[in-house]
């Protein structure tokens, strides 16, 4: 654009109008005389009564969620302790499918909820499994193999420990445990080898009577055979 042939530049510092001025020592001195002085309290505030802090009140929906997360221990045989990673919904929807044919529910829940629960209960050695975002399985049955089977295929899921049966299990402990049979086919073993020693002593007290009755048959027939049940049998010669 058009420039002026003739600029003006001023150099050089601002003009300072105001400057600081102290303030007149007569001024001073009534500002001093006439400043407030609150009355002193007739008790020293070291003497009264402390006022009780204000109780901070409880959420309802707080107090939701805890119960319902003391039911869920209460009613289920099978708690199982999960770390959740990030995963598509169309993943979590699957694997609640696939769990849910097992008799297994996935909760979600939160730590600020779940560690207060714990903290006051028999399942408080479960607190150091809860310092990330977590997901419970619960099952009213012992489906640890299948629950196992489940978590094989989907690794954003990974078992940090459980409680079966009032029993807390790491996942090491969980493994074994689901390496173990059926309920059924232990109670048919310890049948078995309850009933096995008992025979043994039965038979072993069978063994001397019967023993005894056949040697009496046995006399009793070689005495029928040679007529004179009050004499020996006669030597025969060679």
Same mark, same amino acid.
Request: charged share 20%.
């Given at each position: 654009?058009?420039?002026?042939?003739?600029?003006l &530049?001023?150099? *050089?510092s601002?003009? &300072?109008? +105001?400057h600081?001025?102290?303030m007149h020592?007569?001024?001073?001195k009534?500002?001093a005389? $006439?400043?407030y002085?609150p009355? +002193? @309290?007739?008790?020293?505030?070291r003497?009264? @009564?402390?006022?009780?802090?204000?109780?901070?009140e409880?959420?309802?929906? %707080?107090r939701?969620?805890r119960?319902?997360?003391?039911?869920?221990f209460?009613?289920n045989?099978m708690?199982? #302790?999960c770390?959740?990673n990030?995963?598509?919904n169309e993943?979590?929807v $699957?694997?609640?499918h696939?769990?849910r044919?097992?008799?297994? !529910? %996935?909760?979600f829940?939160?730590?600020?909820? #779940?560690?207060p629960v714990?903290?006051q209960?028999?399942?408080r050695?479960?607190?150091?499994l809860f310092v990330c +975002?977590?997901?419970?399985?619960?099952?009213p !049955?012992t489906?640890?193999?299948?629950?196992?089977? &489940?978590?094989?295929g989907v690794?954003q899921v990974?078992?940090?420990?459980?409680?079966i049966?009032?029993t807390?299990?790491?996942r090491? *402990?969980v !493994?074994n445990f689901?390496?173990l049979?059926?309920?059924?086919?232990?109670q048919?073993?310890? &049948?078995?080898?309850?009933?096995?020693l008992?025979?043994q $002593?039965?038979?072993?007290?069978?063994?001397?009577?019967?023993?005894? $009755?056949a040697?009496?048959?046995?006399?009793i027939?070689?005495? +029928?055979?040679t007529?004179?049940? *009050?004499e020996?049998?006669?030597?025969q *010669?060679?």
């Amino acid at each position: 654009g058009w420039l002026p042939a003739l600029q003006l &530049v001023r150099r *050089g510092s601002k003009a &300072v109008t +105001r400057h600081w001025k102290a303030m007149h020592f007569q001024r001073q001195k009534l500002l001093a005389v $006439t400043e407030y002085v609150p009355p +002193r @309290p007739a008790v020293p505030l070291r003497c009264l @009564p402390r006022h009780a802090d204000p109780t901070h009140e409880e959420d309802g929906y %707080v107090r939701l969620l805890r119960r319902q997360v003391q039911e869920v221990f209460q009613k289920n045989r099978m708690v199982a #302790v999960c770390q959740y990673n990030s995963m598509p919904n169309e993943d979590v929807v $699957t694997m609640q499918h696939y769990l849910r044919k097992h008799n297994i !529910e %996935v909760k979600f829940v939160l730590n600020e909820i #779940v560690r207060p629960v714990l903290a006051q209960s028999k399942y408080r050695n479960l607190l150091p499994l809860f310092v990330c +975002r977590n997901i419970l399985l619960v099952s009213p !049955e012992t489906r640890a193999k299948e629950m196992l089977r &489940v978590l094989k295929g989907v690794p954003q899921v990974n078992l940090l420990g459980a409680c079966i049966d009032d029993t807390i299990l790491s996942r090491q *402990g969980v !493994e074994n445990f689901s390496r173990l049979p059926s309920l059924e086919a232990s109670q048919g073993q310890t &049948v078995g080898a309850l009933a096995l020693l008992p025979s043994q $002593t039965s038979s072993l007290l069978q063994q001397g009577p019967s023993l005894l $009755t056949a040697l009496l048959d046995a006399h009793i027939r070689r005495l +029928r055979d040679t007529g004179t049940p *009050g004499e020996p049998p006669q030597q025969q *010669g060679t």
